[in-house]
């Protein structure tokens, strides 16, 4: 069992910056690909950014690649998420999940393939 509890949303102004942070009960943390999800009023839950096991293997949406940043921590059994030049279509509950993955440099796209998630943060941006 995995626990994961987000935090470092708030209101930022466009063009600001924010960093998610997410940390992880257990000690079994390094066994998880994480990922950041967001869900905004009315959409569906999607995938934003996923790092491996490893931690040198990440992946992002189209949409934020070159703008956030994924990284980890398995000693603080922490995940971060840095945000650069947020724009207003960035405003959502921002989600992160754990995912068991069987080689070390594995990372997940889809929600199917997390486990465990967080109960969210939310980052507001206004223009």
């Known amino acids: 069992q995995v626990q994961l509890v987000e935090s470092g949303g708030g209101l930022v102004q466009a063009g600001g910056s924010l960093r998610l942070s997410c940390a992880a009960s257990?000690?079994?943390?390094?066994?998880?690909?994480m990922g950041w999800f967001r869900q905004a009023p009315g959409k569906e839950r999607e995938f934003v950014a996923a790092i491996s096991r490893s931690g040198d293997v990440f992946y992002y949406s189209a949409v934020v690649k070159g703008r956030f940043t994924i990284s980890r921590d398995n000693a603080k059994n922490t995940v971060y998420l840095q945000m650069h030049s947020l724009k207003p279509e960035d405003e959502a509950v921002y989600y992160c999940?754990?995912?068991?993955?069987?080689?070390?440099?594995?990372?997940?796209?889809?929600?199917?393939?997390?486990?465990?998630w967080g109960q969210g943060t939310q980052v507001t941006v206004s223009s």
């Open positions: 257990g000690r079994t943390f390094s066994r998880y690909c």
């Open positions: 999940a754990a995912g068991g993955s069987e080689t070390a440099r594995d990372v997940h796209l889809r929600t199917t393939e997390y486990d465990y």
